[in-house]
């Protein structure tokens, strides 16, 4: 008996050979055109986010997945841009908006637009992805580019999935550390008494601890155009990402 299984066994084996092959030749290709990902533990590719509500976040940053998203962030980061800006926009179950100088979701920094570069990373509890503006219903083809490519100094970061945003928005990060930080931001559109980044750093830069001390307030750049996020209230997250 066992020899006749692993005869089967071996059958099942050359008979399924093709077909596996022809799988990989669909799949590889695509892997292989990926450039390698981002090392998590590099300094340059981790941004760190002092929080108002008690500690430090460390997002981890995908050049590979979005080189222009994460330069832009970069640059505003190392700019002060993002220091005492605060969280306007804040949906529980879904996510947390920030990087609006403005602080109610019409502002941005003077810098050019990015385009969009929606990837396969999913929107997923830590996910962290620029916001952008929405085209109206029954926008022309124009119109629609024009708005995925509106992503300016605005973010989201997800408090729970939600795979329906996938390829509709940049995900350019997820946070490896300090969600706690996250989960404690104020809610509200705009919350009453909102949380602040009151520092944002590049770990490559060698930034000073964690400190809650808020940060002196500077001359912001002109605002470009209008960045937010569609105002769609989503359906009640599930358990499966906590």
């Given at each position: 008996m066992r020899f006749i299984l692993s005869v089967f066994t071996l059958v099942g084996a050359l008979l399924a050979g093709p077909a596996i092959a022809q799988k990989s030749q669909l799949i590889d290709p695509n892997v292989a055109a990926r450039p390698p990902v981002a090392s998590p533990t590099d300094p340059q590719n981790l941004l760190y986010l002092d929080l108002s509500t008690g500690g430090r976040v460390v997002i981890w940053l995908r050049p590979d997945v979005a080189p222009k998203m994460v330069e832009r962030i970069k640059t505003l980061t190392r700019q002060h841009f993002y220091d005492g800006l605060s969280f306007h926009r804040v949906?529980?179950?879904?996510?947390?908006?920030?990087?609006?100088?403005?602080?109610?979701?019409?502002?941005?920094?003077?810098?050019?637009?990015?385009?969009?570069?929606?990837n396969y990373l999913p929107h997923v509890r830590g996910a962290v992805a620029a916001a952008r503006s929405s085209a109206p219903d029954g926008a022309s083809p124009e119109e629609v580019k024009k708005a995925e490519d509106s992503a300016n100094s605005q973010f989201f970061i997800m408090f729970e999935p939600h795979l329906s945003l996938d390829k509709k928005y940049?995900?350019?990060?997820?946070?490896i550390s300090g969600m706690q930080y996250v989960d404690a931001i104020h809610r509200g559109e705009p919350p009453a008494d909102p949380s602040r980044i009151l520092h944002a750093y590049i770990a490559a830069d060698n930034p000073p601890p964690y400190s809650a001390e808020t940060p002196t307030a500077t001359a912001k750049p002109d605002l470009g155009p209008p960045v937010t996020l569609p105002g769609t209230t989503p359906a009640p997250a599930t358990a499966s990402g906590k």
């Open positions: 949906i529980d179950g879904f996510m947390a908006q920030t990087g609006d100088p403005k602080g109610d979701g019409t502002g941005g920094s003077s810098l050019p637009n990015v385009p969009a570069e929606f940049t995900v350019f990060g997820r946070v």
